[in-house]
């Protein structure tokens, strides 16, 4: 691979790649993201804690702005080693354009989550697997159109969500690259590299497909299986750090704030990042537990970010070459801290009773208005639609009755799964008291 290419400011489907005396393409991708309908839906969709009602814990909102800012320091500081590695480069970027890229395909990087964060993905993937409504359906499709529908995976449908032409986005290949965090589909042979961290997942679906192939081949990632798998774009590994930094460190703080892990505990765990800038003594001038928590995440993120850009720039070549493939958080030297604060996250904040009861009420919700909403519009695809199927489809946006109208079996699975996983988690919540009968209209 090399970067004149990875670094594409071309936009897939349009003519737009002319420069602005303001703005650069990627930053115009920043800001087009930034007033999209599925990045404004993140502010009331579950980040760890689903519906809370505290007001300094995040949602998905604050974590992706966090982790664009945190993205586009990344970018920078990595793009000028990059830059000054590959002098050709300074014709037609600087290293704000690589910041600006890794900035806004972090800002992008949660927008195909579903209501109720992973709970969500995992009703909709169960709904398919096991309720008699969908499970009819795995003969009447494509296997790998059925292995799409029983893996819902946010990150093919926020792949899907930039490339819809109706939200206008029309992003360029580099963001649309660097955004690509599992870049493969669904469903591969036995044979295909199950060790790369980037093949863990997967990252469009098959109505997306050859708009994925088109981008691989405008940026020249390397296939690892012919049109269905390929390496990562190398500012991927920068954006799944940003990702990786940001939770780390803010949710430990979150959960120091609500009080499921103590703050001497959070303290000792960010201090074995920090090592030798940890001052107690400045520490304890600082008057609330807020301040102390704020002064010690912003530490924690810059040495975090100091350590990533080392690594991505000492592993620059086989990153091009597509012989790495591990999160940058794995080969830094507070990678052990990393996995501490991991241990204490999941034993104290990921599995609190808090958690699991909100979880528990998303699967529930995620499955009924799965089961209202799809059993109408596969029941009224194979002409058996019922008078109430007839009302619900009725009640959904005109903008989704039109893209069910002529549509296939699985594009119409697809459209009610773009309506239903597009929800905050509290218009979910509403919807389904309407439709199972539990609330009535004002």
């Not at 029983?150 to 093919?156: D, L, P, Q, T, V």
């Not at 591969?188 to 192939?213: N, T, V």
């Not at 493939?325 to 241990?343: C, W």
Request: glycine share 8%; hydrophobic share 40%.
């Amino acid at each position: 691979m090399n970067w004149q290419q990875l670094l594409s400011s071309t936009r897939p489907g349009t003519r737009d790649t002319g420069g602005h005396i303001t703005r650069s393409e990627f930053e115009k991708d920043y800001d087009r993201i930034t007033f999209s309908t599925p990045f404004r839906s993140l502010q009331d969709k579950t980040q760890v804690f689903p519906l809370p009602e505290e007001d300094f814990v995040h949602n998905r909102l604050t974590h992706s702005l966090e982790v664009a800012s945190v993205g586009r320091s990344l970018g920078k500081l990595a793009g000028e080693q990059v830059i000054a590695q590959n002098p050709e480069l300074k014709e037609i970027v600087g290293p704000g354009d690589i910041g600006a890229i890794v900035s806004a395909a972090a800002l992008a990087h949660d927008v195909g989550n579903p209501p109720f964060g992973h709970s969500g993905e995992g009703a909709i993937s169960e709904f398919f697997k096991q309720h008699p409504v969908a499970v009819g359906l795995k003969t009447k499709l494509g296997l790998e159109e059925w292995t799409d529908l029983i893996n819902f995976e946010g990150n093919a449908q926020g792949f899907r969500l930039l490339n819809q032409k109706h939200q206008g986005l029309q992003l360029t290949s580099a963001t649309l690259g660097a955004f690509s965090k599992y870049p493969r589909q669904s469903l591969l042979s036995d044979e295909h590299d199950k060790e790369r961290k980037s093949q863990k997942k997967f990252g469009y679906f098959q109505s997306e497909k050859h708009i994925f192939q088109d981008l691989a081949k405008e940026l020249g990632l390397v296939e690892l299986s012919e049109g269905r798998a390929w390496v990562r774009h190398p500012l991927t590994f920068l954006v799944e750090a940003a990702d990786d930094i940001c939770y780390h460190i803010i949710d430990l703080e979150d959960g120091c704030t609500l009080g499921l892990v103590s703050f001497e505990e959070t303290v000792d765990l960010i201090k074995g990042i920090i090592a030798d800038r940890f001052d107690q003594e400045k520490l304890d001038a600082l008057p609330t537990m807020n301040e102390k928590l704020a002064i010690l995440r912003a530490l924690a993120i810059n040495e975090l970010i100091a350590q990533c850009v080392v690594a991505f720039n000492a592993n620059e070549e086989d990153i091009l070459e597509g012989n790495f493939d591990r999160a940058l958080t794995e080969v830094i030297p507070a990678t052990g801290q990393l996995n501490k604060i991991s241990e204490v996250s999941i034993r104290k904040i990921y599995r609190a009773r808090i958690v699991f009861e909100k979880e528990v009420a998303g699967f529930e919700i995620m499955s009924g208005l799965l089961e209202v909403i799809l059993g109408a519009v596969v029941r009224r695809y194979n002409n058996f639609a019922t008078a109430k199927d007839k009302t619900v489809i009725r009640l959904l946006p005109e903008t989704i009755q039109q893209s069910l109208k002529g549509g296939s079996l699985y594009q119409n699975c697809r459209t009610v799964l773009d309506f239903i996983a597009g929800m905050t988690d509290s218009r979910a919540l509403t919807l389904f008291r309407k439709l199972k009968g539990m609330s009535m209209p004002a």
